[in-house]
Antibody
Framework: QVQLKETGPGLVQPTQTLSITCTVS????????MQWVRQTPGKGLEWMGF???????EYNSEFKSRLSISRDTSKNQVFLKMNSLKTEDTGVYYC???????????WGQGVMVTVSS | EIVLTQSPTTMAASPGEKVTLNCLAS?????MNWYQQKSGASPKLWIY???NLASGVPNRFSGSGSGTSYSLTISSMEAEDVATYYC?????????FGAGTKLELK
């Protein structure tokens, strides 16, 4: 069955870099887009960006200068890296899949990230 | 950026009551997706392509709309429908979510 699971650091200091891994099973990353969405107390649900089935990326300009999405298809993993973290980046980060620009059908459980010194 | 405005922000409905949740887009979108999120859980796809129910969604739910105005309707409220519902547009970048409608049981 389709499964997605995010793993990450939990606590990150301000100005540091966040790294989250989404490990998937039950489908191929070369057949689906992988999305990143976060949910923060200040802004609610926000789309961050995606990596296409072919490997190219698209980012929300809100994050473009500090966000990077990549993948390792051999390990069935997608990666999110975001630098220059601020306290407002505290929230739950989700990966989700979509076939194209249709809908996000499966989501991971999310990983809580707290940005604090 | 397309701003999605959901109304009401919060509402309480009695069992058996008909419920309508609204999502207004600042510019026309081709279709709307809806998600249900229960406390402590990930969002779940609920309605896609404006009016298609996701797998396992009870048929008391329906979706409709076009252009800038979309809605999710529950024909007869049940206790298990208590959740926050979000709309999501994928018609233009950046994809955007509404702020959600929190649905409670009266």
């Amino acid at each position: 069955q389709v499964q997605l699971k995010e793993t990450g650091p939990g606590l990150v200091q301000p100005t540091q870099t966040l790294s989250i891994t989404c490990t998937v099973s039950g489908f191929s990353l070369t057949s689906y887009y992988m999305q990143w969405v976060r949910q923060t107390p200040g802004k609610g649900l926000e789309w961050m960006g995606f990596i296409r089935s072919g490997g190219s990326t698209e980012y929300n300009s809100e994050f473009k200068s500090r966000l990077s999405i990549s993948r390792d298809t051999s390990k069935n993993q997608v990666f999110l890296k975001m630098n220059s973290l601020k306290t407002e980046d505290t929230g739950v980060y989700y990966c989700a899949r979509s076939r194209y620009r249709d809908y996000f059908d499966y989501w991971g459980q999310g990983v809580m990230v707290t940005v604090s010194s | 950026e397309i701003v999605l405005t959901q109304s009401p922000t919060t509402m309480a409905a009695s069992p058996g009551e008909k419920v309508t949740l609204n999502c207004l887009a600042s510019s026309s979108v081709s279709y709307m997706n809806w998600y249900q999120q229960k406390s402590g859980a990930s969002p779940k796809l609920w309605i896609y392509g404006t009016s298609n129910l996701a797998s396992g969604v009870p048929n008391r739910f329906s979706g409709s709309g076009s252009g800038t105005s979309y809605s999710l309707t529950i024909s007869s409220m049940e206790a298990e429908d208590v959740a926050t519902y979000y709309c999501l547009q994928l018609s233009s970048y950046p994809y955007t979510f509404g702020a959600g409608t929190k649905l409670e049981l009266k």
